[in-house]
């Protein structure tokens, strides 16, 4: 005889509703190009692959880089 854990006053939660790939995709795709830049700018906005002058952004994110392993100085 199996035994439920469930209490027996438990009430039905609600039903959810299965979120399909089509309307999953943008949002995956969205969030892959946010990371990808925030991946460069991290890792590789510095010296010949820079897009902006100055050290200013490679400061701010100075730790990160460390923090991620990417080589520094
Ligand atoms: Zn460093």
């Not at 460069?40 to 952004?57: C, M, R, S, W």
């Amino acid at each position: 005889m199996a035994t439920s854990a469930a209490p027996a006053t438990a009430t039905a939660a609600a039903p959810v509703a299965p979120i399909s790939l089509r309307e999953l995709a943008p949002w995956a795709l969205f969030s892959g190009i946010l990371l990808l830049v925030l991946l460069y700018f991290i890792g590789v906005e510095q010296g010949a692959t820079a897009l902006f002058e100055g050290e200013n952004i490679h400061e701010w994110l100075h730790d990160g880089r460390h923090l991620l392993g990417f080589p520094c100085h």
